[in-house]
């Protein structure tokens, strides 16, 4: 009984293997000349994937973003500069997409905002400095004559008698 | 200024409130964050007219579709394929709809064998009236399809009213399109 169920088993491990292609990630086509596919590739790292998100399309094994890679090595081929490849993904997919998002009035705070809350910081940080009491130790005047003579009681002058 | 003195001073209560006040704040951010739905990438078709693209029909399967298709009455583009396992969950849904024959379904079948797709209309009933094969989907990128399966609703004049991501349920039909639907019909601006 326990043979079957192992032979079974181990059947089902090779099969396993068999099924390997299906694991496979997609495997790119890279373009002849090295120029472009250079630029292609510095246009992937650009493009957000919309499946694994957080990725770029050049990282990603999704097989949208290699369509993606594909098509943006087709648009440059074709002569799309750099920006218009980048443009072509972004009229159908939105801003979405890019990984440096683009200076606009939703994304104002985005790009200024942790400058801002800096120098918000900063504001703060000199208001309550200069609002702190003034250090009890810190005066540096000379004793008056009335205090010079509290010390002097208080140390004893002359030592013990 | 305040004279010296060695008592602290009384902390204001705001002060003391405000631990409480930071974490208050942060958890609206976060019971905000509950509802947001991140995988859903907003389109940004709506309101544009539908891509130029013209797609053969599937094996043995008359009605190919194209952009033309698309203008003259309300529909709704279904992008589907017979290796999507959500696509099951939503298709009685399309089943029903087609049955009502109320609003054409027509499908999108985005990189999917013809055999395979056509088996697969077979096997669970084929809700569509035309079906464009998109083989290589490449016409699913120019709709900025990103995940089976989608759903657009296209109004009379041919342009992206809406669209619904991941499998429709009963709820985002009664709830969303067939509203939705029925005032494009009346000649009111939709929204969903």
Same mark, same amino acid.
């Given at each position: 009984?326990?043979?079957? /169920?192992?032979?079974?088993?181990?059947?089902?491990?090779?099969l396993?293997?068999?099924?390997?292609?299906?694991?496979?990630?997609?495997?790119?086509?890279?373009?002849?000349?090295?120029?472009?596919?250079?630029?292609a590739?510095?246009?992937?790292?650009?493009?957000?994937?919309? /499946?694994?998100?957080?990725?770029?399309?050049?990282?990603?094994?999704?097989?949208?973003?290699?369509?993606?890679?594909?098509?943006?090595?087709?648009?440059?081929?074709?002569g799309?500069?750099?920006?218009?490849?980048?443009?072509?993904?972004?009229?159908?997919?939105?801003?979405?997409?890019?990984?440096?998002?683009? /200076?606009?009035?939703?994304?104002?705070?985005?790009?200024?905002?942790?400058?801002?809350?800096?120098?918000?910081?900063?504001?703060w940080?000199?208001?309550?400095?200069?609002?702190?009491?003034?250090?009890?130790?810190a005066?540096?005047?000379?004793?008056?004559?009335?205090?010079?003579?509290?010390?002097?009681?208080?140390?004893?002058?002359?030592?013990?008698? | 200024?305040?004279e010296?003195?060695?008592?602290?001073?009384?902390?204001?209560? *705001?002060?003391?409130?405000?631990?409480?006040?930071?974490?208050?704040?942060?958890?609206?951010?976060?019971?905000?964050?509950?509802?947001?739905?991140?995988?859903?990438?907003?389109?940004?078709?709506?309101?544009?007219?539908?891509?130029?693209?013209?797609?053969?029909?599937?094996?043995?399967r008359?009605?190919?579709?194209?952009?033309?298709?698309?203008?003259?009455?309300?529909?709704?583009?279904?992008?589907?394929?017979? +290796? @999507?396992?959500? @696509?099951?969950?939503?298709?009685?849904?399309f089943?029903?709809?087609?049955?009502?024959?109320d609003?054409?379904?027509?499908?999108?079948?985005?990189?999917?064998?013809?055999?395979?797709?056509?088996? *697969?209309?077979?096997?669970?009933?084929?809700?569509?009236?035309?079906v464009?094969?998109?083989?290589?989907?490449?016409?699913?990128?120019? +709709?900025?399809?990103?995940?089976?399966?989608?759903?657009?609703?296209?109004?009379?004049?041919?342009?992206?009213?809406?669209?619904?991501?991941?499998?429709i349920?009963?709820?985002?039909?009664?709830?969303?399109?067939?509203?939705?639907?029925?005032?494009?019909?009346?000649?009111?601006?939709?929204?969903?």
């Amino acid at each position: 009984m326990l043979m079957v /169920v192992l032979r079974r088993l181990v059947l089902a491990i090779c099969l396993m293997g068999l099924a390997a292609p299906a694991w496979s990630i997609a495997v790119d086509t890279p373009l002849d000349d090295p120029v472009l596919e250079a630029r292609a590739h510095a246009i992937h790292k650009q493009l957000r994937c919309l /499946v694994c998100q957080n990725q770029s399309i050049e990282d990603s094994n999704a097989t949208l973003a290699r369509d993606l890679r594909m098509l943006v090595r087709e648009r440059i081929t074709a002569g799309d500069s750099d920006d218009a490849a980048i443009r072509f993904i972004v009229v159908r997919y939105g801003d979405w997409v890019l990984l440096r998002p683009p /200076v606009k009035s939703g994304t104002v705070l985005l790009w200024f905002g942790p400058a801002l809350l800096l120098i918000l910081a900063i504001i703060w940080l000199v208001i309550s400095y200069r609002r702190r009491r003034p250090p009890l130790v810190a005066s540096t005047a000379p004793l008056s004559a009335d205090e010079q003579a509290r010390l002097k009681a208080l140390l004893g002058d002359g030592g013990p008698t | 200024m305040n004279e010296p003195s060695l008592e602290p001073k009384p902390r204001r209560i *705001w002060l003391r409130l405000l631990p409480l006040a930071v974490a208050m704040i942060i958890g609206v951010f976060l019971f905000v964050g509950l509802s947001l739905r991140p995988k859903e990438i907003p389109s940004v078709l709506i309101g544009k007219a539908v891509p130029e693209f013209d797609l053969p029909a599937l094996p043995d399967r008359p009605k190919g579709l194209k952009t033309a298709d698309l203008k003259g009455q309300v529909s709704l583009v279904n992008v589907f394929a017979s +290796w @999507c396992v959500s @696509c099951r969950a939503e298709h009685p849904l399309f089943m029903k709809l087609k049955a009502q024959g109320d609003v054409p379904v027509h499908g999108l079948n985005y990189k999917d064998e013809g055999p395979a797709a056509m088996a *697969w209309l077979t096997r669970y009933g084929d809700p569509y009236d035309r079906v464009g094969h998109d083989l290589k989907g490449r016409v699913g990128i120019d +709709w900025g399809v990103y995940g089976v399966p989608e759903t657009f609703l296209i109004n009379a004049e041919g342009r992206i009213v809406c669209k619904h991501i991941g499998p429709i349920m009963e709820r985002d039909l009664e709830e969303k399109l067939l509203p939705a639907i029925k005032t494009l019909r009346q000649g009111g601006v939709a929204q969903c």
